[in-house]
Structure formats: structure tokens, C-alpha cells
């Protein structure tokens, strides 16, 4: 648990992000548990934001996409 907290606190930048992906994951996936092309195109977009706040969390502070 001691761990789990660490990592939230070292990165913190990353959770908006981060959550943000997952809630995407959740609404792109269907009930056959595929998952379309443009939902994809959506998904790396954000996967590459939580990638660019890992890499420069001082430079990039909580990005969205529209």
C-alpha cells in the first residue's frame, strides 16, 4: 500500500492522463469486446499524452484532448 502511494505522489502529473485513458478504454470497447478503428485512432492519442507527461511531467501539466 506503502508502495501504491509513492508511485501516486511521484506521479502525480500523470493521473489525469492516465485516468483519462482509462475512461476512454471503458466507452471505446463494445459489447463483442472489439474496438473500432477511429476508437483506436482516440485511445493512441491518449495513450501518447500520458506518454509526453512520463517524459516531461514539468512541461506538460494535465493535457487534454478534445
Partial sequence: ???LIRLAIKY???LPAAIALVQEIEKSISDDGSISREERSKLMKRFWVVVK???YPDKI???TIK
Fill in 1 to 3: 500500500m506503502i508502495k
Fill in 53 to 55: 507527461t512520463v517524459q
Fill in 61 to 63: 501539466q494535465a493535457t
Fill in 12 to 14: 502525480k502529473a500523470v
